[in-house]
């Protein structure tokens, strides 16, 4: 089993910057690919950002491109979403999730998620 915990979120004013962190345990991290996905009020999940488990190869959605980047410490066992010119519309809770095949950006693909930290950007 894999074991995901996110920490960073909080309460942000429009245009400020977050640092989400996303520790995993029990598998061999560098054999991972992980992603980050959101869920806003009212809305169902969506994909946010992934990156390979080398490190080498990302992909994000429209929506964050330019302001979000996605990397990771294999020696860390960690993978980290920066996220900066937040906006209201970036309000929701962030999931963690992790692929031992090949990922994506749906939801199906991936083994495991953590349980999610909330984001909140006011206006």
């Known amino acids: 089993q894999v074991q995901l915990v996110e920490s960073g979120g909080g309460l942000v004013q429009a245009g400020d910057s977050l640092r989400l962190s996303c520790a995993t345990s029990?598998?061999?991290?560098?054999?991972?690919?992980m992603a980050w996905f959101r869920q806003a009020p009212g809305k169902e999940r969506e994909f946010v950002a992934t990156?390979?488990?080398?490190?080498?190869?990302?992909f994000y959605a429209d929506s964050v491109k330019g302001r979000f980047t996605i990397s990771r410490d294999n020696a860390k066992s960690t993978v980290y979403l920066q996220m900066n010119s937040l906006e209201p519309e970036d309000t929701a809770i962030y999931y963690c999730?992790?692929?031992?095949?090949?990922?994506?950006?749906?939801?199906?693909?991936?083994?495991?998620w953590g349980q999610g930290t909330q984001v909140t950007v006011s206006s």
């Open positions: 029990g598998r061999t991290f560098s054999r991972l690919t």
């Open positions: 999730a992790a692929d031992t095949a090949g990922g994506g950006v749906r939801i199906g693909s991936y083994d495991y």
């Open positions: 990156i390979s488990w080398s490190g080498g190869s990302t």
